[in-house]
């Protein structure tokens, strides 16, 4: 599959700079929520460039440190659990993609954010942008950006949240509500990591 089609109708358009913008992370019971923007140079060759989705773990890694190394600016960012619950997960994700525009070392004309969604009730996406559904299988620059939010948030929660609270086993599931997370929480309840507005059932249950 082309996957410049996106953005050659947007250069045909005039916008001469894009990024594009994805976001990871959204399901999981803990952990923040990440999302990633990235502009590459034009119809840049990148082998097996796919929505991370569609790629195994070590395929994403792999595809993570060719896009660092090649992109024209990069930034991925993050909303934490606590902000989570204070606004909700699809206001979080549109905070998520704004903070990670900002962070981009050059601004471009237009962002291509994968989804159908450009706000919640408290947070809209203020950059200049165009939605895609589906874009991190049709664009190029999408599918970057949900490889490096995939794997910034993955690495992290394996790691950092991994090491504060071994007990949860955060390296095998993500966070995500898997049956091994939700013994975990059986025996050890909520940690600060948890999103609590995600929680409701498993607290009705114990309840």
Request: one cysteine or more.
């Amino acid at each position: 599959m082309d996957l410049w089609i996106p953005e050659r109708e947007q250069w045909n358009k005039g916008f001469a700079l894009l990024c594009g913008v994805d976001e990871a992370g959204a399901g999981p019971l803990a952990g923040p929520v990440y999302a990633a923007a990235v502009i590459l140079p034009r119809e840049i060759d990148i082998p097996g460039l796919n929505d991370s989705k569609k790629l195994t773990e070590k395929r994403r890694e792999a595809l993570y440190e060719a896009i660092v190394s090649r992109a024209g600016s990069w930034s991925v960012a993050q909303v934490e659990a606590e902000e989570i619950d204070q606004m909700d997960i699809l206001n979080a994700r549109m905070l998520a993609m704004q903070r990670a525009i900002d962070g981009l070392s050059a601004q471009p004309d237009l962002c291509l954010i994968d989804g159908n969604r450009d706000h919640g009730s408290r947070v809209a996406i203020t950059a200049p942008h165009v939605t895609l559904v589906g874009g991190d299988g049709k664009s190029a620059s999408i599918a970057a950006a949900s490889i490096l939010a995939k794997v910034s948030r993955d690495r992290y929660v394996s790691t950092e949240l991994g090491a504060l609270y071994p007990q949860y086993q955060f390296a095998r599931h993500k966070g995500y509500g898997t049956r091994l997370h939700y013994e975990m929480l059986d025996r050890y309840g909520p940690c600060p990591a948890h999103r609590r507005s995600f929680l409701k059932k498993w607290e009705a249950r114990r309840s």
